[in-house]
């Protein structure tokens, strides 16, 4: 009979005393080589998904879709450093010169049950369309989907959305304690 304790530590708070760019796979197995059970690493995201693939972008023209009467069409830099995109959107609040919240094509969006969706270029009434232009819970940080989310005139194209919103990502280690004991 052993009695064991387990214990959870985070990867971030665990590299803000060792200096190191191991991964938290390398960290776990050093730990297990010292003598100390590592059960299992797990992701912990304060958002599901972490919001990768979606940046910050700048909405350039925006026009009337001409097969559609809710549809227009944007023109949106998303700081890249390469041309802007087209994107269909449906939102009866999106306009030029707003700053946005796109995911690109390949993200990885969940909706409420948590079943991912992946962001594809696709043709909306004939129309092509390079990602999407996101409302609030389209990206999980609330609940609202009147319309799109308008960012402050300042915030520049090509920032990261999971550096915008402070989303924050970890691992933790589950580590098994056993106690010394003589018997």
Not at 9 to 36: H, M, P, R, V
Not at 105 to 130: C, M, P, V, Y
Not at 137 to 160: A, M
Request: proline residues 4%; hydrophobic residues 35%; negative net charge.
């Amino acid at each position: 009979f052993k009695i064991r304790y387990k214990m959870r530590i985070s990867y971030n708070w665990l590299k803000q005393f060792i200096k190191t760019d191991l991964k938290s796979e390398e960290i776990a197995d050093i730990l297990t080589d010292l003598g100390l059970e590592v059960e299992g690493v797990d992701k912990y995201e304060s958002l599901k998904g972490g919001l990768q693939g979606v940046v910050i972008g700048h909405v350039l023209t925006c026009e009337k879709h001409p097969d559609a009467d809710k549809l227009k069409i944007t023109t949106v830099d998303l700081g890249d450093g390469n041309a802007p995109v087209q994107i269909v959107c449906g939102a009866p609040n999106v306009a030029a010169g707003q700053k946005v919240p796109v995911a690109t094509i390949g993200t990885k969006l969940f909706d409420k049950e948590g079943n991912a969706f992946e962001i594809k270029k696709g043709k909306i009434r004939g129309q092509e369309s390079h990602g999407m232009i996101c409302a609030e819970d389209e990206i999980g940080i609330g609940t609202s989907h009147e319309g799109i989310i308008v960012l402050p005139e300042d915030v520049v194209p090509g920032t990261l959305a999971k550096d915008y919103y402070n989303i924050k990502s970890d691992y933790v280690l589950e580590v098994d304690i056993t106690p010394n004991r003589s018997d």
